[in-house]
């Protein structure tokens, strides 16, 4: 079995989301930490400690929406299902996935071509996926390559990539697929191209369409993945449990992509 690494570090200093959303990491060294040990044993001088070293550790300020995640359906809507329920039903959090729509086999799209703020058609799945020989299977979870993961970290990484667009999104969904995700910074075209498209077109519904396709038929997506170009289109299964957070929007996971070998 070969694992290879598709998630990225959670880390200071690179643009990895907009400035106002990046996380930060305080580090805290084995030099630092005595006090800490002494809420325990009062009387704990550094000599009684082997090389005089306490234990190290972090405080970090995250969003549930930092480094690679998994969206729930909530974050999208608070309402989802309403093509498959008259009415709808309660969006799922991230402590809700069933877990094994999160191990599963994964196919990759590969649209670095698309240039950035494009935002992808069920033609352009249609495509991809008859030139890689793929039929969709229910479950399957796929994974869409983008021009931004070669820029992550870089100062245009939020601006750039494609998007994916409601009926692109709707079109996996019908064949069953209930995890995506992206290397992109979001699974919808980058914020700052939709809003100039809104602002052109004066059509509102483009905002977050993607994402939207959630409240039709729910279901989750990755962001900022990485390292995508190094994986084949198909052959391989991912895993990406989130981190069980009560009644959230999202969940922080190591994804990873597994080969049988």
Known sequence: MRIVDISVCIENGIASDPVFARPKVAYHGHDETIGRMRNFFPDLRPSDLPDGKAWAMESVELTTHNGTHLDAPYHFHPTMNHSLVDGGERAITVDEIPLDWCFRPGVKLDFRHLEDGYVATVDD????????????????????????????????????????????????????????????????????????????????ELIWEGHKAGRDIGYCHMEKLHGLEALPSHGFRIACFPVKIRGASAGWTRAVAIFDE
């Open 125 to 204: 799945v249609a495509r991809e996926l008859d030139r890689i020989g793929y039929t969709l299977k229910p479950y399957d979870i796929v994974v869409v390559n983008t021009r931004a993961g070669e820029r992550y970290g870089a100062p245009d990484y939020v601006e750039t990539g494609c998007g994916m667009g409601k009926e692109a999104t709707l079109h996996l969904l019908k064949a069953g697929v209930r995890i995506t995700g992206t290397d992109a910074w979001s699974w919808d075209a980058p914020l700052s191209l939709t809003a100039k498209r809104v602002a052109q077109t004066g059509k509102m």
